[in-house]
């Protein structure tokens, strides 16, 4: 019989930026082992919802349970914990430029043994530990050496991915994976997030606007519009929803209920 | 009247506006200095800063007070020549140096390339997510990028001004032996008798709190940059001016603590 709490909880989040309500009561159950992709044009609000799960936001209303304990009641000290089961891929991949690939790679696993959530590693072992990484995302771990500055967007990505999943998450969040890559690229990223969150067994949210991304990488897709989860549905149902402004936007449609401000 | 009103009411908001920051800023210091005593401690990025700072800034530093040094012996002269008070001239050179000159150029000079930098550095972390990315990484950003550069600007600077005040001295010896024929015995002799412990002393306090202050205006204005390469520009302009008015201003408030009497 499988758990039937939601790893993940969201009841009426509820964000604001000044007069800009930007989420407006979003619900979402994402079950554990699974991936749910958020889906949405730019400026909906899908980064800030992202943020405020891993509370570098703080939201204005509403909960967001992770194993049912509602963390926006934390302390900062009370979300270290569940700090340390969570990794995170950014868009631009967030690398720290003073730092080697492999120092990057094994920044987290550093952390979290300074904080006492991990074994400490002797610079040799994370060096190691940075190479196998790197091969899991495919790439030599010769790569490790190098500075980020030297990689290109892809490989940033994937140096990103390899940071995310260093310390063998249980949640693991993408930040619009595929964004500034080509087709190929992107589908190679996507390839890699499925099978790093299969792997792992993490639970999974990713938000992007690439439909075939979104396809690839989920369980199940949600569109946020106007501050709601106003759709979800299996990724096989993206571009037969339904529902009119899903439609729209998975189309790429001019015409339909979203009204885009060209600034005319 | 209409006027006279709105010129009142802005200048009202502009007192309000710079209390709002001076409070900000005593927080942000406040916080990033409770770091200093509670573990994790970055001695690697603190090792970092204190090269950045200390041993990078050496010939800047060091050049600028060489000629200060210089221009001040020089500058005595041709007023204390007038007088035959070019006995003076060693007593002038190793005062100016050791209680202004020294702290408050070796800072500007910090001012300008170590919290341009800093500002630029973590300005730059801030819009491309790697702050956030620290966070998601177990790790405090103010904790990792703040508190070791705060310590590292209160224990470099001092250092800088010690080799500054040497060679500031070093400046005005030269000016005076090699340019104005100065007997070099004599002017080491009266510099030597005009060298007081308090006027050094005072020198490198004012360096610990001139190192502290600059590096937190770098520090501050960077961690809340916004709006990408633009915002980053306006935070390193924000944090080099801010840190060099503060810094002047501070000089005149402990000069006029050490020295008024």
Same mark, same amino acid.
């Given at each position: 019989?499988?758990?039937?709490?939601?790893?993940?909880?969201?009841?009426?989040?509820?964000?604001?930026?000044?007069?800009?309500?930007?989420?407006?009561?979003? %619900?979402?159950?994402?079950?554990?082992?699974? #991936?749910?992709?958020?889906?949405?044009?730019?400026?909906?609000?899908?980064?800030?919802?992202?943020?405020?799960?891993?509370?570098?936001?703080?939201?204005?209303?509403?909960?967001?349970?992770?194993?049912?304990?509602?963390?926006?009641?934390?302390?900062?000290?009370?979300?270290?914990?569940?700090?340390?089961?969570?990794?995170?891929?950014?868009?631009?991949?967030?690398?720290? %430029?003073?730092?080697?690939? +492999?120092?990057?790679?094994?920044?987290?696993?550093?952390?979290?043994?300074?904080?006492?959530?991990?074994?400490?590693?002797?610079?040799?072992? #994370?060096?190691?530990?940075?190479?196998?990484?790197?091969?899991?995302?495919?790439?030599?771990?010769?790569?490790?050496?190098?500075?980020?500055?030297?990689?290109?967007?892809?490989?940033?990505?994937?140096?990103?991915?390899?940071?995310?999943?260093?310390?063998?998450?249980?949640?693991?969040?993408?930040?619009?994976?595929?964004?500034?890559?080509?087709?190929?690229?992107?589908?190679?990223?996507?390839?890699?997030?499925?099978?790093?969150?299969?792997?792992?067994?993490?639970?999974?949210?990713?938000?992007?606007?690439?439909?075939?991304?979104?396809?690839?990488?989920?369980?199940?897709?949600?569109?946020?519009?106007?501050?709601?989860?106003? +759709?979800?549905?299996?990724?096989?149902?993206?571009?037969?929803?339904?529902?009119?402004?899903?439609?729209?936007?998975?189309?790429?449609?001019?015409?339909?209920?979203?009204?885009?401000?060209?600034?005319? | 009247?209409?006027?006279? @009103?709105?010129?009142?009411?802005?200048?009202?908001?502009?007192?309000?506006?710079?209390?709002?920051?001076?409070?900000?800023?005593?927080?942000?210091?406040?916080?990033?200095?409770?770091?200093?005593?509670?573990? &994790?401690?970055?001695?690697?990025?603190?090792?970092?800063? @204190?090269?950045?700072?200390?041993?990078?800034?050496? &010939?800047?530093?060091?050049?600028?007070?060489?000629?200060?040094?210089?221009?001040?012996? /020089?500058?005595?002269?041709?007023?204390?020549?007038?007088?035959?008070?070019?006995?003076?001239?060693?007593?002038?050179?190793?005062?100016?140096?050791?209680?202004?000159?020294? &702290?408050?150029?070796?800072?500007?000079?910090?001012?300008?390339?170590?919290?341009?930098?800093?500002?630029?550095?973590?300005?730059?972390?801030?819009?491309?997510?790697?702050?956030?990315?620290?966070?998601?990484?177990?790790?405090? &950003?103010?904790?990792?990028?703040?508190?070791?550069?705060?310590?590292?600007?209160?224990?470099?600077?001092?250092?800088?001004?010690?080799?500054?005040?040497? /060679?500031?001295?070093?400046?005005?010896?030269?000016?005076?032996?090699?340019?104005?024929?100065?007997?070099?015995?004599?002017?080491?002799?009266?510099?030597?008798?005009?060298?007081?412990?308090?006027?050094?002393?005072?020198?490198?306090?004012?360096?610990?709190?001139?190192?502290?202050?600059?590096?937190?205006?770098?520090?501050?204005?960077?961690?809340?940059?916004?709006?990408?390469?633009?915002?980053?520009?306006?935070?390193?302009?924000?944090?080099?001016?801010?840190?060099?008015?503060?810094?002047?201003?501070?000089?005149?408030?402990?000069?006029?603590?050490?020295?008024?009497?």
């Amino acid at each position: 019989m499988t758990d039937p709490t939601p790893k993940i909880r969201i009841r009426g989040l509820k964000k604001a930026f000044g007069p800009k309500v930007v989420l407006d009561g979003v %619900d979402l159950d994402v079950m554990g082992g699974t #991936s749910f992709v958020v889906i949405g044009g730019s400026g909906t609000g899908k980064s800030v919802l992202l943020r405020c799960i891993l509370g570098l936001i703080t939201p204005d209303a509403g909960s967001i349970e992770i194993d049912g304990v509602d963390v926006t009641t934390l302390t900062p000290r009370q979300r270290e914990p569940y700090m340390a089961r969570i990794g995170m891929l950014f868009q631009n991949g967030a690398l720290f %430029d003073s730092l080697s690939v +492999w120092e990057n790679v094994t920044f987290g696993l550093t952390a979290a043994a300074r904080m006492g959530h991990g074994p400490r590693l002797t610079r040799a072992q #994370s060096r190691a530990r940075a190479g196998e990484l790197l091969e899991q995302v495919g790439m030599d771990p010769a790569v490790g050496a190098l500075s980020p500055a030297e990689l290109s967007g892809g490989m940033q990505k994937r140096v990103g991915l390899a940071r995310a999943i260093a310390a063998r998450p249980e949640i693991l969040f993408f930040d619009e994976p595929t964004t500034g890559l080509d087709p190929i690229m992107g589908a190679v990223i996507d390839g890699l997030i499925a099978d790093c969150v299969r792997k792992l067994g993490s639970t999974a949210i990713a938000i992007t606007h690439d439909m075939a991304s979104a396809q690839r990488i989920g369980d199940r897709v949600g569109m946020l519009y106007e501050g709601r989860l106003i +759709w979800q549905g299996l990724p096989s149902t993206l571009f037969d929803s339904g529902n009119p402004v899903v439609d729209q936007f998975t189309h790429g449609r001019r015409e339909g209920p979203i009204k885009v401000d060209v600034g005319k | 009247m209409n006027g006279i @009103l709105d010129f009142v009411a802005g200048l009202g908001r502009a007192v309000l506006d710079m209390v709002r920051m001076a409070g900000k800023v005593a927080l942000f210091g406040a916080v990033a200095l409770s770091h200093v005593v509670r573990p &994790p401690f970055y001695w690697r990025t603190l090792w970092g800063s @204190l090269v950045e700072i200390g041993y990078f800034s050496l &010939p800047v530093v060091a050049l600028t007070a060489l000629f200060s040094g210089g221009v001040i012996a /020089l500058q005595s002269y041709t007023g204390f020549a007038q007088y035959h008070a070019q006995n003076a001239i060693a007593g002038i050179v190793i005062l100016a140096v050791t209680r202004e000159l020294g &702290p408050v150029l070796a800072g500007l000079m910090v001012a300008g390339r170590v919290g341009a930098a800093m500002s630029a550095e973590i300005g730059t972390m801030r819009v491309t997510d790697q702050i956030d990315a620290l966070t998601t990484l177990s790790t405090n &950003p103010m904790k990792y990028l703040v508190t070791p550069r705060l310590v590292a600007g209160t224990l470099a600077l001092p250092f800088l001004v010690l080799i500054a005040d040497i /060679l500031g001295v070093l400046g005005g010896f030269t000016v005076c032996v090699m340019k104005l024929d100065f007997s070099a015995s004599a002017y080491i002799a009266a510099t030597i008798a005009s060298l007081k412990v308090m006027d050094v002393t005072v020198g490198l306090v004012k360096a610990a709190i001139f190192g502290f202050l600059i590096t937190l205006m770098g520090c501050y204005h960077g961690y809340h940059s916004r709006g990408g390469a633009e915002g980053v520009g306006a935070a390193t302009t924000a944090a080099v001016v801010a840190a060099s008015i503060l810094l002047l201003t501070f000089d005149y408030l402990l000069t006029d603590v050490f020295f008024s009497q």
